[in-house]
């Protein structure tokens, strides 16, 4: 008598006598081939999309690096033109009664110009008198007992300070108020 059929469908075409013992179907295999091929991808893409955002990320940092050079490439330039500005106030200021007033007409609009410059390239007066006092801004060389002002109040600008945009090129020398030594007690 002729052996039996087989009635179960094997899909390995070699059939189970021919496998070596213990060995799988091969679609058992490209399953876990898959797996891991689909593990790798989505690896792969995670890395792809972190590498993506890193340079983005670099871009924009390096956009604002070149905004910032070129927003505060004139800051040396401002630091060094504030004394010269400082002394022509003075000189406004402390011009004698007996000056040609066409001598100082001038120099007053020299002033003016300065000026002019100075706030169109971004430099601003940093407000100090009658404020709090803000050590951001403002540098204290000296206080003042006052019944008259809450402390740490600006009593009086000695030098004025200023900003190249949102920076501080030089804080302002400032006089605080303090309370008196009486009214502590």
Do not use: C
Not at 53 to 77: C, G, P
């Amino acid at each position: 008598m002729p052996p039996k059929a087989n009635t179960k469908a094997d899909p390995d075409p070699a059939g189970p006598a021919q496998r070596p013992f213990g060995a799988t179907s091969p679609t058992s295999g490209e399953d876990k081939r898959g797996e891991d091929k689909r593990g790798e991808d989505v690896v792969s893409k995670d890395t792809h999309l972190r590498l993506a955002a890193d340079f983005e990320n670099f871009k924009k940092r390096a956009r604002q690096d070149q905004l910032d050079t070129v927003q505060y490439a004139n800051s040396t330039l401002v630091e060094r033109l504030l004394p010269v500005l400082d002394d022509f106030r003075r000189i406004v200021e402390h011009a004698p009664p007996d000056v040609d007033e066409n001598w100082l007409r001038g120099v007053q609009l020299s002033l003016q110009k300065l000026d002019e410059v100075m706030e169109a390239i971004g430099v601003r007066r940093i407000d100090s008198e009658g404020l709090p006092f803000d050590p951001k801004v403002h540098e204290a060389i000296g206080s003042v007992e006052s019944a008259d002002h809450p402390d740490d109040t600006v009593l009086a600008e000695l030098r004025p300070g200023y900003r190249l945009h949102d920076r501080v090129v030089r804080p302002a020398l400032v006089r605080v108020s303090r309370r008196p030594a009486a009214a502590a007690e």
